[in-house]
């Protein structure tokens, strides 16, 4: 599993974050799950491989949204079970 996030810029509200995960949903099929923050200016996707930043770019400016920043890395799972093996 991949943690992709996206810095991101214009989003103001609760609606803008939905907008922006409903285009990442639409625009990867592989995607397990997403949430956004328009306080910190954030998109944080996990995925099951690494998703490329053009795509990336592609499925979120034409929202009217700017991706400033896109960064990868390795997911580990937290929880109970997570800790363990």
């Given at each position: 599993m991949v943690k992709t996030t996206v810095k991101i810029d214009g989003m103001a509200c609760s609606m803008c974050e939905a907008h922006v995960n409903d285009s990442i949903r639409k625009a990867f099929s592989n995607v397990?799950?997403?949430?956004?923050?328009?306080?910190?200016?954030?998109?944080?996707?996990?995925?099951?491989?690494?998703?490329?930043?053009?795509?990336?770019?592609?499925?979120?400016?034409?929202?009217?949204?700017?991706v400033l920043d896109v960064k990868s890395e390795t997911y580990q799972k937290k929880g109970l079970f997570g800790r363990f093996g």
């Open positions: 397990k799950k997403v949430t956004s923050s328009h306080a910190k200016g954030e998109t944080v996707i996990v995925s099951e491989a690494e998703l490329n930043a053009d795509a990336i770019h592609a499925a979120i400016d034409p929202t009217g949204y700017k």
